[in-house]
Each structure stands twice: as structure tokens, then as C-alpha cells.
């Protein structure tokens, strides 16, 4: 698609000559293609758990008023649904705001090895209730120019999805190994899972807002399906890269560059 400007110019010698612009409008037509796929998508999201939750209300005002084991029951799921939609809004509310300071590059020195052995320590519990071994190899002081709670999300995300989509069934397919290291100018994290791995076609897609290879699993894993799109975002503000790899029954390899900085 294209849009043209028709302007009249003179040029001495020449009768009538009009000079004629054209603008590529493709691109801006994708962009907003892809907003309103965003706030449909977004909408739809939000309206499930609304919807199941305002049925929960309907049945404890009505047949299950004096039910007390129902109502406890009713109640347990309606705060789950509750708080799926809290998430859902705490991850569209972060992707906004990374959005809005893309331009900005964050530059505090933040200790990548302290952080990541900091989050693997959280997650230590999940990964021992997905019978998961984490396997680190960190190198020591190495540090990037960054926002900390950003790029401890980066890593969160990325440790918490080979957790939960990476898990193998057989016991050797159960580590999750995470590198981080310094190679020249660059950082190196890398997240390795021994999953299932996921199919050519869907690694390009992966990091869009709402993309899941399988959205009934993700939901059942508490996924909002925006975590790789938020990590994309984060990677990119802080000028750096994330590449995908992945093949079916071997598994998953996240890797993300960044500037290095110097050591604190
Ligand atoms: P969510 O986990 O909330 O669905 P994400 O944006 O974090 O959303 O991930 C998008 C999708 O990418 C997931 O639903 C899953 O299908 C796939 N995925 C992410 N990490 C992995 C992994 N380590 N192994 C296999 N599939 C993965």
C-alpha cells in the first residue's frame, strides 16, 4: 500500500511538471493491524476469567447460598480466576511501560552474577516441585549497564519457562542449565532446556504478545502469555539480543547478549 502526494513544481524551460511522492504505508498498516489484534486479544483474555467469575457469584447468591463446602470451594477458584487477572494486567501494564522508555537506555551496573544466582535461588522451590534440576555455570563479576528489576525479570521469565515448559519425561531430560559469561564487549546468558522443544514454525512467533504453542497448557501453568514479549522488550531497550533455538524432543536454548559493563 502506498499513499501519494501530487505537488505542482515549476522548473524553468519546463510547461507543467508535478512532482509526485509516494510513502510506504505497508508498514503502517501492520502496526496498527497488530494493535488492534493486541486490544482484541487483550479483551478476550481478561473477559474468560470475568466471565467464570461472574458465574461463581451468580451460583453462591443463588443455589449454593447455605452450601458451605461449596462455597468454599467456589471461593477457592474464584480467587484463582482473580488473580489470573491480576497478573495479566501487572504483565500489560509492565510491557506499556518498557514500551513507553524504549528510547531510553538504562545504565545503572548490575551484577548479572549475583542476579542470577539470586533468582535461581527463588525459583529453587518450583524446580523441586517439577522434579527440576538446575545445573549453573556463572562466571564471576560479570555486569551489564541495565535496569535490575528489568533484567531480573529477563531472567525470571526464562529460568520459570524452562521449568514449566521444559520439563522431559524421562529422568535425564530434567536439568535446566544456565551460563552466564563475559565475551569481550558482550554478555552471554544462555537458558538450556531438555524438553519437549517446540516445532520451526512457532520459534519466530514465540516472543509476539499472546503467541502459545499450546494455550490450554500455558493457562493451566498460569501463563499470560505475554512473558517472551516482555523479555524481548527489556533485551531490546537494553540494546542487546535474543535469540531462539530450539528442535522437538531435544529441547530449548534461550540466549541473550548485552553490552558488558564494567566490573563494579
Ligand atoms: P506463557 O508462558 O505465559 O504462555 P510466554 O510468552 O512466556 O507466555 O511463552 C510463550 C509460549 O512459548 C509458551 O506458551 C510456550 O508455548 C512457549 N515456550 C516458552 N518457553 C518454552 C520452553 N522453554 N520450551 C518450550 N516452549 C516454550
Known amino acids: ?132 534440576t538446575i545445573h549453573l555455570d556463572l562466571a564471576p563479576n560479570v555486569v551489564a549497564p541495565g535496569d535490575r528489576d528489568e533484567l531480573a525479570r529477563v531472567v525470571e521469565n526464562l529460568v520459570e519457562n524452562a521449568l514449566k515448559y521444559g520439563c522431559g519425561d524421562d529422568a535425564t531430560k530434567k536439568s535446566v542449565e544456565i551460563a552466564l559469561s563475559r565475551k569481550g564487549a558482550l554478555v552471554h546468558l544462555t537458558v538450556r532446556d531438555h524438553g519437549p522443544g517446540v516445532a520451526p514454525e512457532h520459534i519466530p512467533r514465540l516472543t509476539e504478545r499472546f503467541y502459545r504453542v499450546d494455550a490450554g497448557k500455558s493457562r493451566a501453568k498460569g501463563g499470560t502469555g505475554l512473558g517472551l514479549a516482555i523479555v524481548k522488550h527489556i533485551v531490546l531497550r537494553h540494546r542487546g539480543r535474543l535469540s531462539i533455538e530450539s528442535a522437538l524432543g531435544e529441547g530449548t536454548l534461550f540466549r541473550v547478549v548485552l553490552p558488558a559493563g564494567d566490573v563494579i
Open 1 to 132: 500500500w502506498f499513499e501519494a502526494h501530487i505537488a505542482p513544481v515549476e522548473i524553468e524551460g519546463l510547461d507543467a511538471i508535478a512532482m509526485i511522492s509516494l510513502r510506504d504505508l505497508t508498514e503502517s498498516r501492520r502496526v496498527e493491524r497488530m494493535r488492534v489484534d493486541f486490544v482484541a486479544n487483550a479483551s478476550h483474555e481478561l473477559r474468560t476469567p470475568l466471565a467464570s467469575l461472574l458465574g461463581f457469584v451468580e451460583t453462591l447468591q443463588g443455589p449454593a447460598r447455605d452450601d458451605a463446602a461449596t462455597r468454599e470451594k467456589f471461593l477457592g477458584i474464584m480467587r484463582e480466576q482473580a488473580q489470573r487477572m491480576a497478573r495479566l494486567v501487572d504483565d500489560l501494564l509492565s510491557l506499556s511501560r518498557i514500551e513507553q522508555h524504549m528510547h531510553v537506555r538504562p545504565a545503572t551496573p548490575v551484577d548479572l552474577t549475583l542476579l542470577v544466582a539470586h533468582i535461581v535461588d527463588t525459583l529453587s522451590q518450583m524446580a523441586e516441585d517439577n522434579g527440576m
